[in-house]
């Protein structure tokens, strides 16, 4: 397992694939795109949400895995209107890990470096029906998973779960916005320079420069969106 660079400039393309501008050697991608080539790539796994793409492959084969309510209601992240996969017990743990875990082989046998695993703060969307402690279990399982595929674990946000870094097997962190809510130390604190900072706003991308000149810091457009797009938005220092 090769860990990230530290400090490196990072480009963040969840939103489709581009070549990356000059002087980038971190790129974080969709697991459905191609990485990029002789970069260092994070392949982009929502590990604990549904891509509303993929809502009939879930609803089809795995519908027991999505969390309901107690009137039997989908429980849905209304920000992205994705479904909320059901971490609520270690059988569904476990059969959630074993899909995550043949999706994260296909990113270690696609040629990417790292996993990304995204929504792990679902938890504090699910109306109290997950705990931080479900969503941990899982992310250890998937720790666990990606490094016997050779892939480092990143933890994505949920600030408040650093002190759990060590149980959960995470190796760096992608933060969103974290000078906006002033939590770049607390990330630094537990990962080291292996800190991959978003920012969507010009203040908070300037202010991060100036306090974080170690990190890896990217300005990306909220949709992260492809060149060419009327959104576009890409800076990096």
């Known amino acids: 397992m090769q860990l990230p660079p530290e400090g490196a400039p990072f480009d963040y ?20 795109d191609a990485p990029a080539p002789g970069l260092y790539n994070f392949c982009y796994v929502n590990g604990y949400q549904v891509q509303p793409s993929e809502n009939d492959w879930w609803l089809a084969g795995h519908p027991d895995l999505l969390l309901r309510d107690a009137q039997g209601q989908l429980v849905i992240d209304a920000d992205w209107d994705e479904y909320l996969l059901d971490t ?25 470096d790292a996993v990304e695993l995204d929504n792990l703060d679902s938890y504090s969307r699910s109306g109290g029906l997950l705990t931080e402690n479900d969503n941990v279990a899982l992310m250890a399982l998937l720790s666990a998973a990606a490094h016997g595929e050779g892939l480092a674990v990143g933890q994505k946000n949920s600030a408040e779960l650093l002190p759990r870094a060590a149980e959960m097997g995470t190796d760096f962190a992608v933060a969103e916005e974290c000078n906006r809510w002033g939590e770049c ?42 060149p060419g797009s009327g959104s576009y938005v890409f800076d990096g220092c």
Do not use: H
């Open 88 to 112: 609520s017990t270690a059988d569904k743990r476990g059969a959630l890990a074993a899909i995550l875990s043949d999706w994260m082989a296909q990113c270690a046998a696609d040629g990417y």
């Open 185 to 226: 130390d607390a990330y630094q604190a537990v990962y080291g320079n292996r800190v991959y900072v978003i920012e969507y706003r010009q203040q908070d991308f300037a202010a991060g420069c100036a306090a974080f000149p170690e990190l890896s810091i990217v300005l990306r457009d909220v949709d992260v969106s492809t």
């Open 13 to 32: 393309q969840i939103g489709g694939a581009y070549s990356p501008p000059a002087g980038v050697q971190v790129v974080s991608r969709d697991r459905n």
